[in-house]
């Protein structure tokens, strides 16, 4: 099949083709019912259900993708889009930027500036005049302009007419394995992403700042080719989130009881009240954050509550 041919008249979503991001992606669509096949080398693949394309991108090429409209959805790093709004405004573009649409949650990290361990470094000042290596050039021009008290605006040098300050901090570009910069002598610092820090710790660096912290996020073109279909995906995904933050929590607790219980576990708007066989009783329903379950249940049962029931939530549509 001549994909290209079949791209008319549906919805462009660049997703992650690989990396950190891609995988909870795919089961993010999944789980807003998306159905799609990708066959093997194939960056394209033609959703069944919707009138929707994805499109497979490095995470890095999808903001600008988006900003200029060639896609109207897309799911990145928020460190991505960051570094390409940098960009812009450093170039002094005006056109071609994004909308967030949702923080995914998931894909946590930080843009953090670091130093040899054993070094001199102890705080992002002394890299003035240094060399730090990046992948993120736009941010780390943008920040150590902050740094050194030049502003924003063009990059270094002249573009469109306008000549700007230079900074005394040289910025090397480097695709990756950022973390061996130090170690090789390239450079006196680095600006790189840490999820963990494990890497950051084996290649014997310390974080003295950071730059930018970093969620995937649903962003979308400030021109969708149809508003509607990108509404109700965003809907869909926002439902999904939801479900995976929030447990059912569902109890009986005596009536007397029950002004102390719902304070415990408010929910969303408010917990459901159910009337029982014994006026004296009722059973209470609310969604509960995942993370605050277990101490819910322990505060619950220390307030007279009974047979606590704890159920997983596969999706939802909240206000």
């Known amino acids: 099949m001549d994909l290209v041919n079949h791209l008319e008249g549906r919805l462009l979503f660049a997703v992650p083709k690989k990396g950190r991001l891609q995988q909870a992606t ?9 159905q799609f096949r990708r066959e093997t080398r194939l960056d394209i693949a ?23 409209g060639r896609v109207d959805l897309g799911i990145t790093g928020r460190d991505q889009v960051a ?25 946590r990290c930080s843009l953090q500036v670091q130093v040899p361990e054993r070094g001199s470094v102890r705080e992002p000042r002394e890299l003035v005049g240094g060399n730090v290596v990046t992948s993120f050039v736009g941010l780390t021009e943008q920040y150590f302009r902050e740094l050194e008290g030049v502003g924003g605006g063009m990059m270094n040098g002249n573009v469109g007419g306008k000549e700007r300050k230079r900074l005394r901090t040289k910025i090397k570009y480097v695709g990756g394995s950022v973390e061996a910069a130090c170690a090789l002598g390239v450079a006196d610092g680095i600006v790189d992403l ?12 310390k974080a003295i700042d ?20 990108v509404d109700k995906i965003a809907s869909r995904i926002n439902g999904v989130i ?8 569902q109890y009986n607790i005596p009536r007397p ?7 415990i576990t408010p929910g969303k708007r408010a917990p ?25 249940m322990d505060e619950l049962t220390a307030n007279g509550a009974t047979d606590i029931l704890v159920l997983q939530i596969a999706n939802s549509r909240t206000g």
């Open 46 to 68: 033609l959703v069944k259900n919707h009138d929707i394309a994805l499109v497979f991108l490095p995470a890095a090429d999808i903001p600008t993708f988006v900003g200029e």
């Open 257 to 263: 009881l029950l002004e102390t219980a719902a304070k």
């Open 242 to 249: 939801t479900a995976q933050k929030y447990v059912l929590c």
């Open 83 to 107: 570094e390409h709004e940098a960009v812009r405004r450093i170039k002094g573009e005006e056109d071609g930027g994004v909308e967030q649409v949702l923080d995914l949650g998931f894909g």
């Open 194 to 205: 840490v999820e963990s820090g494990e890497t950051m710790k084996a290649a014997g660096l």
């Open 26 to 34: 795919l089961d993010l669509l999944a789980g807003s019912d998306i």
């Open 272 to 296: 459901t009240i159910t009337a029982l066989e014994d006026p004296e009783w009722v059973a209470v329903s609310s969604m509960v954050l995942k993370e605050r379950i277990a101490s819910d």
């Open 210 to 229: 950071t730059v930018e912290s970093s969620t995937a996020v649903l962003i979308r073109s400030k021109h969708p080719s149809n508003q509607k279909l």
